[in-house]
């Protein structure tokens, strides 16, 4: 899984706390990340339709419907694909040991342990939304955390 996913929720979880539509330079600078690089898990997000951008001198993002039916899968497929985490390269079919096709036939072993830990990881993240992380956040740092991140959003930019 790439970085992208841990930025990409950050910004969703930030982005329960307002009303208003934040630019991306003010949420680069609030995880002290490169505005490019944040930029592109926006886009992702945007591509996605889990976030869309407002143009204008008030533009930035917001979340496209209720931190409730945002998932963390939703998040992790917007910014990393959907495609599974584990990609098979029939390593048994190299070497000087090498199986034949015919015996590859089925999934080896290592695949099929993969793919059902995917299955199972995949349920979970389907099962946690963006509005449990704030939750968490909340009950992680205390009532005024979120509310605190709204407000420095909505202050001018130093």
Do not use: N
Request: charged share 20%; with cysteine.
């Amino acid at each position: 899984m790439s970085g992208g996913v841990e930025w990409a929720l950050h910004c969703c979880v930030v982005l329960t706390s307002v009303e208003e539509p934040v630019p991306a330079a003010r949420l680069a600078q609030l995880h002290d990340v490169s505005p490019s690089y944040l930029a592109k898990q926006l886009q992702a997000l945007s591509r996605a339709g889990l976030v869309r951008s407002v143009q204008g001198k008030a533009g930035g993002y917001v979340l496209t419907r209720s931190p409730e039916l945002i998932t963390v899968l939703d998040v992790v497929e917007a910014v990393d694909g959907p495609g599974p985490a584990f990609v098979c390269t029939e390593i048994r079919r190299r070497g000087p040991m090498a199986a034949s096709p015919e015996a590859c036939a089925t999934p080896c072993a290592i695949r099929r342990a993969m793919a059902g830990a995917e299955a199972v990881w995949r349920e979970a993240l389907r099962d946690v939304s963006v509005a449990d992380l704030a939750r968490d956040v909340t009950s992680d740092y205390g009532p005024g955390a979120l509310a605190g991140i709204s407000a420095w959003l909505g202050a001018a930019e130093a």
